[in-house]
């Protein structure tokens, strides 16, 4: 199935655990706060969507990495929804209009182990609408 | 009054230019893209503790708003903290059976438990609301009992 560039709108959703992450500097700045969620604007161009869903996971990663030294270091790795692309998942519960997902996870996780993410993004495809203003 | 049995939590909804500071502090080639962003909390024992760190939370943000033009209300619910009988019945409705009331108070949700909105320029920019976790409620003559029972203390 082909993405349907000409008639949607983009968004994503990006979720940061900051319960998971003790000693990050920027649960200062979050006092109490165990769940970081934010929402995009809509995008009427997928390529503007997903160039701001991964700039802004590669800042959050930085962020995190820079926040915790040495101590542990987190990393990106994307799924894009089989539907579209054809190529299996570990991610299993795929609706048409979900696109790509993003998760952060510790680097040095053994690869045996079930690994443990402490970030989400998720992109999503939005029949547009003809009165839709965007930005 | 009540004192919920259950532990409490907090939810804040950021827009507008407050959202561009969360963003900021994460991602700031991005502020532009972000529309809002929602934090949540762990779960607090103490529903006191739970304010608190809404509060300081919120504190935190509002900091770096541009202050001028700023407004902000606070609302307690009455089933929780101490209020006249009055404040009480006018949060309730009473249901078309006549026979039981609802809450209506707090966006008709009785486990919000305080909430505050702060506006710049007539801007809804923060939502925040700390609530507890769902329970049977005593009854209204209960939760009114209760209530005269703290005045007279």
Redesign the interface.
């Known amino acids: 199935m082909n993405i349907d560039l000409d008639h949607s709108n983009f968004a994503y959703t990006a979720t940061i655990k900051l319960s998971e992450l003790p000693k990050c500097k920027t649960q200062e700045d979050f006092p109490g706060v165990a769940d970081l969620a934010v929402n995009s604007r809509n995008f009427s161009n997928y390529f503007d969507c997903t160039n701001s869903v991964k700039n802004y996971m590669d800042e959050v990663v930085k962020t995190i990495n820079l926040d915790m030294a040495n101590d542990h270091q987190f990393m990106i790795q994307t799924e894009v929804n089989p539907e579209y692309s054809g190529v299996d998942t570990k991610s299993k519960d795929w609706s048409t209009s979900e696109l790509a997902r993003l998760w952060v996870f510790e680097a040095d996780q053994a690869e045996d182990k079930m690994i443990m993410a402490v970030g989400q993004a998720r992109v999503f495809m939005i029949p547009r609408e003809p009165s839709n203003n965007l930005h | 009054m009540i004192t919920p049995p259950t532990s409490s939590f ?1 939810a804040i909804r950021i827009t507008g230019e407050a ?1 561009d500071i ?2 900021n ?6 502020t ?11 779960d ?1 024992e103490s529903d006191i503790f ?1 304010y608190n ?2 509060d ?2 919120i504190g ?1 943000i509002k900091a770096e708003l541009n202050q001028e033009d700023i407004t902000i209300e606070t609302k307690l619910n009455p089933l929780y903290y101490p209020a006249t009988r009055e404040d009480i019945e006018n949060s309730l409705e009473a249901n078309s059976n006549d026979e039981s009331f609802k809450f209506t108070g707090m966006e008709g949700n009785p486990f919000t438990m305080a909430s505050t909105n702060i506006r710049r320029h007539d801007e809804l920019v923060i939502t925040a609301s700390m609530a507890c976790h769902q329970f049977e409620l005593p009854s209204l003559t209960d939760i009114l009992d209760a209530q005269k029972q703290e005045r007279l203390q």
């Open positions: 907090f959202a969360v963003t502090k994460l991602s700031p080639s991005t532009a893209d972000i529309f809002e962003a929602v934090l949540i909390s762990d607090f739970a760190e809404m300081l939370a935190k």
